[in-house]
Structures are given as C-alpha cells and as structure tokens.
C-alpha cells in the first residue's frame, strides 16, 4: 500500500491525516478506553434494557448478549482496519463516501448522527430521573423524586445537563477524561458491588427468586422462536452501542492509526466481561416471572436497578441511584464527541455548510458543531417530552434500527475498500474481508426484521397510526428526513455530490 506521493504507507504510529485543526496526542489508550465505557454507559444501559431483553428471550439473556457482542467485535475489526488506512474524525462519512460514493456516505452518516444527537435527550431524562431520585434518597424526602414528573421542572433540569455536557465536550478531550475516570470508576465498582451481593444472595436462597446458575442460560438457540431471537439481538446490540465513538477520535489520539482500533476492542471486552457478570447475578437473583421483582414484570422494566438495588444492596441502594445517574450524565457527554466530530468532517469536506468545519481556537474542539447537537437535542427532547412522553420513547427505540444500519454500512466499507488486498495472507482475509463482512451483514440482518416487526403496533409503547406501528413510521420518517436533508444539500452546494469522494491524503485502492 502506497500514500499520494508514492512512499509505503506507515503501518502504526502518526500517520498521514487530513488535518482540521483538532489538538493532536490528547488521548491514549487508557483514556479511549474510559470515554469508550462512558458512552456506552452500562449503569444506565443496563438498568432499562435487562428487564425488556428478558422478556424477549427469558433465562437466555446472558447468551443474547453474548451473541450481540459478537457482530460488534467483527465490526469494530472492520472499523480498526478502516481506521489504520483512513483516520480520520469523519469515521463512517468518510469511509462509507470512500468506499461507495457520497451519497451513500451522506446516508449512513444521517443514521449516526440522528442516533446519537437524539439519544442525547433520553441520556438527559434519566440523567433527571435518577437525580431527583438520589435526592430523595439522601434527604429522606419522598416527594422530591416525584419533581420529574413535573414537566417545566423535568425539561428544565434536562436543558441545564445538556448545556453543562456541552461546556465540558467544547472544553476539549482533556476535560473529557478527567470527568470521565471519576464518573467510569464509581459505576463500575457499584455494578460489581450489585453482581457480588446479588450472586450472594441467591447462593444463599434469600434472592427473590433464587436459582442457580445453569449453562442453558449460555445457549442462544434455546430463544423459542427467530422475531424473538432478533429482538433479543436488537436491544442487546443497543447496549453495546457506542464503542465507535473512540475511534471518532482518532484525530487527536497518541498514535493515530493504531490507539484508536486498539481501544474500541479493548472497550468491548471489558463491556462483554461486565455485561455477562451483571445479568447472570440479577438473573440469578429475580428470575424472570412477573413477580414483584421479576425481570419479567412490566412495572420494573423500565428501570431495573431501582426495583432491585434496595433488595440486593440494603442501605446502600443510594449508590446505584448514583451510579446511574453519572453513568447517564458521563454518557450524556462523552456521546458529544461523535456527532460533532461528524459533522466537522462533512463540513471540512463539503457535504455541510462550511460553518460545521470551525474549530475553537482555543480549545481545538468543533465548537459550532458541539453546539448545533446539543441545541438539536435540546429542542427534540423540550418538545416531545410537552407533547408526548409515547413519541419521545418511541423515538429512541427506533435508534437500534439506525445503529444497526450505519454500522452494517461501515463494516461493508472496510470489505469493499480492502477488496484488493484481502487476499494478500490469511491475517488480512480475516481482518479486511471474513469478519467485516459477517459483522456487516448480520446487523444488516437485524436492521430488517427489526423494521419488519416494529411495523406491528404492540412493538415499542404500542402506540400506531393507520394500524402501523408508531416505531416503524417514526424509523422510515427519521429515513425520510435524511434524504430531504441531503437533496437540499445537493441543490445548496452539489460540488461534494458530483465529484468522486477523495481524501487526498490515504492511500487509493482502485
């Protein structure tokens, strides 16, 4: 492989890039892996998708997701490999344009950006949930927890998180890190707290519904039937979601072509290895009936560790009403570096008004950016939360759809990008061509019969219009709107459409 001026492309270290004025060696390994847990945000991710994976696929959660975890190793396999060839901020935008033209880059890069701009408002609502809750908690006063429930209140609150995520996402990658190590830490120590004193629990007999570990809980094909399997899937490849954002900092990492695919790994190990303790212990301990604590009961579902933490943790239940509360806060901001990152690179390259690409120059971070996705969150949240609390949910369920999407896209990138070289050993047949494609499809797999049963009004809070499910019709208008919004990019600046993607500064491969 040679660089534009004929001279072997470097295999590790700085390589090459094309500069957009972000700060250079802000983020090493350790730091990618933190802001990589953060996003993710087990405490919370946990808490409001153990309860409805159970009722999906019962005893078998642990395996649904392991098996989820499976085509996020290979994607992110796929995105290493992109990333030594191309690092570049613009990740799925510019290696999708790269790969497969403009068009379908713009696209893919709608789908990242409309996932992760509005999961920021659900990352703000629990954020005020759990911090009214933890109020209450430590005051001893009832009452408080129920002022989320009251809306100029709850919006108000959320607003305020949002603008402070957004100070500290401006301030730099620097800033980043050292909020998000305390914020890491505390969550994790609480989550393996919960898994020892859950597991001691049900050794013991005293758990809810104790039983005892059996390797059935381990075996994906037990899933009755293939919708149920998927669902399972879908909502267990949600919970990994977000890995990618490390490698969106690829810009500013010690060693730019090789720190970031390192941690995006890295960072999903850890999550499998956290994720398979934590619901084998909470297993172990509810059960899945509908029983009060239950993961099969309805009225928990929602928020699981607030049913479960007083139970199994006693009068230290406050703590993972924290611990939620700084895993979505942590999240909340650390979920800023993807979408501004994004756009900066579709504004340096010309699918974005030129505004997108503007750094701060004092801080080196896509300032006006950072502040169009919290202001888009923002108004997305304030509204939906005024007008229906249904639509607001609905919406992000829809996210697993565009998540499945984007990265099935990325990962067909890397395949077709590498079609030449692939073959060259058996290392780069794996890497470059057997894991990117498995990964790739099978979340494209996902990505359709998610959109086909999501059409059935009962998916989702099972709201509908016209006998549709209101999941389906908000998924095809987040669609919809993309292509709207790319057409009048086209007509406003079609220079980026008409011209053959090209980062002048990688390497070509046709």
């Not at 395996?63 to 996020?72: D, T, Y």
């Not at 149920?228 to 977000?242: C, D, M, N, P, R």
């Not at 950016?369 to 992000?396: C, G, P």
């Not at 292509?483 to 070509?508: H, I, K, N």
Request: hydrophobic share 50%; with cysteine; net charge neutral.
């Amino acid at each position: 492989m040679t660089d534009t001026t004929g001279q072997p492309a470097k295999a590790g270290g700085d390589a090459p890039t094309h500069q957009k004025g972000l700060s250079k060696g802000a983020i090493g390994l350790l730091g990618g892996l933190v802001i990589g847990v953060s996003t993710i945000a087990p405490a919370y991710t946990l808490s409001g998708t153990l309860g409805p994976t159970a009722s999906a696929v019962g005893e078998h959660l642990p395996a649904i997701l392991l098996v989820g975890f499976v085509p996020m190793l290979l994607v992110a396999i796929g995105y290493r490999q992109l990333n030594r060839a191309m690092p570049d901020s613009g990740t799925t935008f510019t290696w999708a344009s790269r790969a497969f033209g403009p068009w379908v880059g713009w696209m893919a890069s709608w789908c990242l950006l409309a996932a992760t701009i509005l999961v920021l408002s659900n990352l703000a609502g629990i954020a005020v949930d759990f911090f009214y809750l933890a109020i209450s908690q430590l005051s001893g006063q009832e009452w408080i927890a129920g002022l989320t429930r009251n809306v100029p209140v709850n919006i108000v609150t959320c607003l305020a998180f949002m603008a402070l995520a957004a100070w500290i996402s401006y301030r730099g990658l620097e800033a980043t890190k050292t909020f998000q190590y305390v914020l890491v830490s505390f969550q994790v120590v609480v989550l393996v707290w919960f898994s020892v004193a859950a597991l001691a629990q049900a050794t013991s007999g005293s758990g809810f519904d104790a039983t005892a570990v059996r390797l059935e809980w381990f075996n994906p094909f037990g899933v009755e039937s293939f919708s149920a399997f998927a669902a399972g899937v879908a909502l267990s490849v949600f919970v990994y979601w977000g890995w990618d954002v490390v490698v969106t900092m690829n810009e500013e990492s010690r060693g730019t072509t090789t720190t970031p695919g390192k941690a995006a790994i890295v960072t999903i190990l850890v999550i499998v290895a956290l994720y398979t303790v934590v619901s084998v212990a909470t297993l172990s301990f509810a059960g899945v009936s509908t029983g009060e604590f239950g993961l099969g009961n309805p009225d928990i579902q929602e928020n699981v560790f607030a049913a479960l933490a007083g139970p199994v943790m006693g009068p230290f239940a406050v703590l993972m009403s924290l611990a939620v509360l700084s895993s979505s806060a942590s999240s909340l901001q650390s979920t800023m570096i993807s979408p501004a990152r994004t756009m900066l690179a579709m504004g340096h390259y010309g699918a974005l008004s030129p505004r997108y690409a503007r750094v701060s120059p004092v801080h080196r971070t896509p300032g006006y950016a950072t502040v169009v996705a919290v202001v888009i969150a923002s108004v997305f949240y304030a509204v939906m939360r005024v007008l229906s609390e249904n639509v607001l949910w609905d919406t992000i369920t829809t996210l697993g759809m565009m998540v499945c999407f984007y990265y099935g896209v990325t990962a067909l990138a890397c395949v077709w990008y590498f079609r030449r070289e692939a073959t060259a050993s058996l290392g780069s047949l794996v890497t470059k061509l057997v894991a990117p494609l498995l990964g790739g499809l099978l979340l494209l797999v996902f990505f359709f019969q998610t959109a086909w049963d999501s059409m059935d009004p009962s998916y989702g809070s099972g709201s509908q219009i016209g006998g549709v499910g209101l999941v389906f019709v908000l998924g095809v208008a987040i669609f919809a709107l993309g292509g709207v919004a790319m057409v009048v990019q086209y007509l406003r600046s079609p220079e980026f459409f008409r011209r053959r993607f090209v980062t002048t500064e990688y390497p070509t491969q046709d």
